[in-house]
Every structure is written in structure tokens, then in C-alpha cells.
């Protein structure tokens, strides 16, 4: 584990103060596990986004497609 110094405003350390507190923990911990949560978030956001952009088309295409007209016909008055 390494040691850190983060630097905040006042009133977002005052905020880290009692969430710790409410959450039974120190703040060196509730700021490691929201950043270890984020990591998290941002990996498995990324892996999609890659995934996604990788995906292949399940067929492939045999030439032109038709025009609308020949595909849907209109009846004649």
C-alpha cells in the first residue's frame, strides 16, 4: 500500500470526515475504496467500449441493395 497526501476543500474533507464515520471507517479508507471503486467502473467501461467497437457484422453483404421501390411494390390504380 503506499501513503498519499490529497489536498481538498474544507468543506469536502468535513464531508469525508462523517461519511468515514457513518461507514465505520477512516477516511484514508473511504477515499481509497471510492477510488478503487471508480478504477473499477472506468475498466469495465472501457472493455465495453472496446468490445463494441471490435464487434464484426454476422454476414456480409452480396453486392447492393435494392432500391425501396423493388422491395415494396405499390399497387397500381
Given at each position: 500500500m503506499k501513503n498519499v497526501t490529497v489536498t481538498m476543500?474544507?468543506?469536502v474533507a468535513e464531508w469525508a470526515?462523517?461519511?468515514?464515520?457513518?461507514?465505520?471507517?477512516?477516511?484514508?479508507?473511504l477515499v481509497g475504496e471510492m477510488l478503487a471503486?471508480?478504477?473499477?467502473?472506468?475498466?469495465?467501461?472501457?472493455?465495453?467500449?472496446?468490445e463494441a467497437l471490435e464487434?464484426?457484422?454476422?454476414?456480409?453483404?452480396?453486392?447492393?441493395s435494392q432500391a425501396?421501390?423493388?422491395m415494396y411494390p405499390r399497387g397500381r390504380s
Open positions: 476543500e474544507d468543506s470526515r462523517l461519511e468515514a464515520a457513518r461507514r465505520n471507517t477512516s477516511v484514508s479508507r471503486e471508480k478504477m473499477r467502473h472506468d475498466d469495465a467501461y472501457e472493455r465495453a467500449m472496446r464487434f464484426k457484422s454476422f454476414g456480409v453483404s452480396q453486392g447492393r425501396r421501390e423493388a
